[in-house]
């Protein structure tokens, strides 16, 4: 029997009975190539590598992040909280120390789903990913965390979550946002005034191939997380960034992800993206494994590689590495444009937000107070298209004295309004209420 270096949990999740629609890409035809590549490989007979299985989340589990409208029965299916719980599955692995890593493979995906959650967009309900960190947060006592979204699409709905909190360190490596979904993520997009450089966006140009992607986490990514010195990083490690995958334009490999991985280094791994259910997702989810495990992955391979795999083109090499430099230049020197904001100032950000999938339109009015001790009080006041009107707060972890009681002022003075619902998600105390 093979055994591995490391010891690496997986845990599966297919979701038979969730899809968006019978023909839709993300459908549960998704990992049942990926489960058979698996078996065919054998690497669930390799000494180390560990199957879990699941078990889904609570509401609770969602409250620490997320305000669901009207409430989280109305945003999600048993499938979501199950594909949540998976991931929080693969935590307890990790930080229990049973294995050394761990890999969810589950769905449906995650990283478009902002704070307030009216419906889906971009095929997400919940964000799984940042479900888990805050679990991790709760029940592990994790400080600062680092999330690297390897997703064709940007994480708009991480960044979103993670926009304020000094802590927690999002870098997206996507696919140029002028080409494809969701239109965001560019290097301007650096963080609210209290976590200024603590998101980082990386927009790579169509037909960028395993030159480009290495080359970015060689000179920028991995210098980044040695800068933040997190205590764990999460991998949104979407697929589609392969050159078969039918709704975007890259040029990456199985070959190539296997490698970014071994480089990387997560801790935990949570799928996102990848569409070419048969001839690229099982080849890319079986290189990550083989990576995360310790394996050599030098036989990794797609059957249609030498046919249709067409090598990055000098131009794009060019276009990454001045792109490269002048993130390196904002991020690694501080040479990000900074304003000085007085202690207790409130700024305000307008946003319009669309729902793809659902077709739901909203407006949201986001206030947050400048702290120069904690990650600051929020407030959310959002309208969408569906006739809900709601005002939410959130009081972060470790929250300052001043920030506390900006927040509770601001709950009291909505709940005396006449909006749909008033939220009030404490961290500090770890309640949450709904009126």
Not at 164 to 180: A, M, N, V
Request: net charge negative; with cysteine.
């Amino acid at each position: 029997m093979i055994k591995s270096p490391n010891r690496t949990g997986l845990v599966f999740f297919p979701a038979f009975d969730w899809a968006i629609s019978p023909t839709h890409p993300e459908r549960e035809e998704r990992l049942l190539y990926t489960q058979d590549q698996i078996f065919e490989e054998g690497l669930l007979d390799v000494d180390g590598i560990v199957q879990y299985r699941v078990r889904p989340a609570a509401f609770e589990d969602i409250q620490r992040i997320h305000f669901c409208v009207p409430d989280e029965d109305a945003v999600t299916t048993e499938s979501h909280l199950i594909s949540a719980g998976g991931c929080l599955v693969a935590a307890d692995a990790v930080l229990s120390g049973e294995v050394d890593n761990a890999f969810a493979l589950v769905r449906p995906p995650g990283h478009h789903s902002m704070r307030v959650v009216h419906g889906n967009r971009g095929f997400c309900n919940i964000n799984i990913e940042a479900i888990m960190i805050e679990y991790l947060r709760e029940k592990y006592g994790i400080r600062r965390v680092a999330v690297v979204d390897t997703d064709c699409h940007h994480g708009d709905g991480t960044q979103d979550i993670y926009w304020h909190d000094p802590d927690t360190l999002f870098i997206s490596i996507h696919q140029d946002g002028r080409t494809l979904y969701p239109g965001s993520g560019f290097p301007n997009e650096a963080g609210g005034p209290n976590a200024l450089g603590t998101t980082v966006n990386i927009p790579l140009p169509p037909q960028t191939g395993e030159k480009g992607f290495l080359y970015v986490l060689n000179e920028l990514v991995l210098p980044l997380l040695h800068k933040f010195q997190p205590e764990i990083v999460i991998n949104s490690a979407g697929q589609d960034n392969h050159f078969n995958d039918p709704i975007t334009d890259m040029n990456f490999s199985a070959q190539g992800y296997a490698t970014l991985n071994s480089l990387l280094r997560p801790d935990i791994a949570v799928l996102e993206g990848g569409y070419a259910v048969e001839n690229a997702l099982p080849y890319v989810n079986v290189g990550i494994i083989m990576a995360m495990a310790g394996i050599d992955t030098s036989t990794v391979k797609e059957p249609n590689y030498d046919r249709d795999y067409k090598p990055q083109p000098a131009y794009i090499t060019q276009e990454i590495k001045e792109l490269v430099d002048e993130l390196k230049y904002m991020f690694l020197e501080d040479k990000i444009p900074k304003q000085k904001y007085e202690q207790g100032r409130i700024i305000q950000r307008i946003r319009d937000i669309y729902y793809d999938t659902d077709g739901i339109r909203e407006k949201q009015r986001e206030e947050i107070r400048c702290c120069h001790d904690c990650a600051g009080a929020l407030s959310i006041e959002s309208a969408s298209s569906l006739g809900q009107h709601v005002f939410a707060v959130r009081i972060p972890r470790e929250a300052c004295k001043a920030c506390r009681e900006t927040a509770l002022s601001w709950f009291k003075k909505a709940a005396q309004g006449s909006y749909s619902h008033v939220y009030l998600q404490d961290r500090v105390s770890g309640t949450y209420e709904r009126i």
